[in-house]
């Protein structure tokens, strides 16, 4: 059994929403039947801006690790993992840091970016500069072959190939892979308020919200603000409405059944939104199952992160020590 293999990591910042569902999770879930899949928590990654308060971040791990389960990470299938109980990501990271210039990791347009938009936090450290180097090492000390993320990560996935080929040429036998990036093609899912879907907003559904949030979340949804009654005509293009059920409802009869009606002026907005509620809580329900019962065995779940974090250090330990080897630090 020779499959190529698939890493990919989430920060431990709080708890997941369904464009985590959407744009990550549910593809991961489809990889581990194909792929050797490594998933990790990025702690260390985590850290890089929130390092002035670090008291949430072992929780939200062991939150994230069972919504993961909820949507459908198979623990027998992939190995979950925490990218700090695996210090060799550290050892790489550091080795990596010996050829890469400065102006490479100052050039990552995420890295300018994520400074204005934390204009709160100060994201002079070294660690933030080095964000981008860390994930190279994470995917790098496993020799992964395919990364899934979404759009905004390409150019760190861009700045990991050039890095690897240069760490290649110094090292010829270290032989690291060159990660490509797998994007996930999936509808972008606004947030409750049409702003961008962000848990600082406010406007996210949660893996972990009940049924009944979810009931109160989407009654006070953002729909077309011209259809002040039930009569007037709507528009459904962009309507975030109606992307949620696009992404949610399965019964896509009943879908198009509530556009054209929502187009004529022929439905009430409790309707459709009676609907969406209920497609997105039956998607939920078997999700909260697997979470709730992974919750319930708090033990069983650090066990669960702990063997697997065990299982990647001898993977990692291995490309290590090749690597020690090509650089010529082997005593
Ligand atoms: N930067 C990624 C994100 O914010 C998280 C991450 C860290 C990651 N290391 C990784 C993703 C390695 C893929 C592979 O989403």
Not at 39 to 67: C, K, P, Q, R
Not at 203 to 231: F, G
Request: proline letters at 6%; charged letters at 25%.
């Amino acid at each position: 059994m020779n499959r190529k293999r698939v890493v990919s990591g989430m920060r431990p910042t709080g708890k997941l929403h369904l464009g985590h569902l959407v744009g990550a999770l549910q593809n991961w879930e489809r990889l581990q039947h194909q792929y050797d899949c490594f998933y990790f928590v990025a702690d260390w990654h985590a850290l890089t801006s929130e390092y002035a308060d670090t008291a949430g971040i072992t929780a939200a791990a062991m939150d994230n690790i069972a919504d993961w389960i909820g949507a459908g990470i198979d623990p027998e299938k992939s190995t979950i993992f925490i990218q700090s109980l695996v210090p060799e990501h550290a050892e790489l990271y550091l080795l990596l840091q010996m050829i890469t210039p400065i102006s490479w990791l100052e050039r990552v347009p995420t890295y300018k970016e994520q400074q204005e938009q934390l204009a709160e936090k100060d994201l002079s450290n070294l660690g933030f500069l080095g964000y981008p180097l860390l994930q190279t090492a994470d995917v790098a000390i496993y020799d992964a072959h395919y990364i899934p993320v979404g759009e905004d990560q390409v150019p760190h996935l861009e700045l990991s190939r050039e890095v690897v080929r240069r760490f290649n040429n110094f090292y010829p036998g270290a032989s690291l892979v060159e990660p490509q990036p797998l994007l996930t093609p999936t509808p972008r899912l606004p947030g409750l308020d049409n702003r961008k879907m962000s848990k600082s907003y406010g406007n996210t559904i949660d893996l972990s919200d009940s049924a009944e949030d979810v009931v109160k979340k989407v009654r006070q949804m953002y729909t077309d603000p011209n259809r002040v009654r039930a009569d007037i005509p709507g528009t459904v293009e962009g309507n975030p409405v109606f992307i949620y059920h696009d992404a949610f409802n399965p019964n896509t009869a009943e879908v198009e059944d509530l556009k054209s009606r929502y187009r004529a002026g022929k439905v009430g907005d409790v309707e459709v939104k009676t609907k969406l509620s209920a497609a997105i809580n039956a998607m939920l329900d078997p999700i909260r199952e697997r979470r709730a019962k992974a919750l319930a065995r708090p033990g069983d779940l650090r066990d669960l992160a702990i063997e697997g974090s065990t299982r990647a250090r001898t993977h990692a330990e291995v490309i290590m020590d090749r690597v020690r080897g090509a650089v010529g630090l082997k005593y």
